[in-house]
């Protein structure tokens, strides 16, 4: 498929435990974006990159959050310590290029579930 | 303030009926923008990009006002289809995109 790829689709973890999130954004996007989305919410944005560099990472919201895209294509999301305030909808989205009026491409997200 | 703001809903409307959302946006800088469609448990989607001297498809009609920085999205002849929830985004320029809360479209029989 030529679409966004999130890996897992579904991933429960106990409290305090480390985790992390796949995205395989479109071939050749060089903007990817990662989002947090509880239910009865819009996507919360958390971070940006435009090729391998992270452009704005200020929605990340405290240091147990960091996402690296080393080779500018597939990007990881990390949590550590989880809390229960974490469970919610992941979503990664590519566009070609960021800043324009391209439109952002989403994956079918990964639900977190922190017990 | 938040950067992008929508009445979340929910708007019930009969079949057939227009109805129309509004999203504001506090960033003067904003570069483009866009209305999403998002259905139960799945991921957002493109609905329509927003252009200045605004843009229809089909029953949608998309507005952007600068001078009051708000969009508008126009439904028109709803269809039981049509029921989802509706996401507007603010591509800023420096390329950080964001979208509001949604506002939830139900068209009932």
């Known amino acids: 498929g030529a679409g966004v790829s999130q890996t897992p689709s579904n991933k429960v973890t106990e409290k305090g435990k480390y985790v992390e999130l796949r995205c395989d954004p479109i071939?050749?996007?060089?903007?990817l974006y990662w989002y947090r989305q509880s239910l009865g919410q819009g996507p919360e944005f958390l971070i940006y990159?435009?090729?391998?560099?992270?452009?704005?990472d200020s929605g990340l919201p405290n240091d147990r959050f960091f996402a690296v895209r080393p080779e500018g294509s597939v990007s990881t999301l990390k949590i550590q310590r989880t809390e229960r305030g974490d469970s919610a909808v992941y979503l990664c989205?590519?566009?070609?290029?960021?800043?324009?009026?391209?439109?952002?491409?989403f994956g079918q997200g990964t639900r977190l579930t922190v017990v | 303030r938040k950067e992008v703001e929508q009445d979340p809903g929910p708007f019930n409307v009969p079949e057939g009926a227009t109805v129309a959302f509004n999203c504001t946006y506090s960033?003067?800088?904003?570069?483009?923008f866009f209305w999403y469609r998002q259905d139960c448990r799945k991921e957002p989607k493109l609905l329509m990009s927003?252009?200045?001297s605004g843009n229809e498809d089909g029953r949608f009609t998309a507005q952007l006002n600068r001078a009051s920085q708000y969009i508008s999205l126009l439904i028109r002849d709803s269809k039981l289809s049509d029921s989802a929830t509706y996401l507007c985004?603010?591509?800023?320029?420096?390329?950080?995109?964001?979208f509001g809360q949604g506002t939830t479209l139900q068209v009932k029989p």
């Open positions: 989205a590519s566009s070609p290029h960021g800043g324009g009026p391209t439109e952002a491409f």
């Open positions: 071939s050749g996007h060089t903007a």
């Open positions: 990159f435009q090729g391998t560099g992270a452009a704005d």
């Open positions: 960033n003067s800088a904003s570069q483009s």
């Open positions: 927003v252009y200045s």
């Open positions: 985004a603010v591509n800023l320029n420096t390329g950080k995109l964001i």
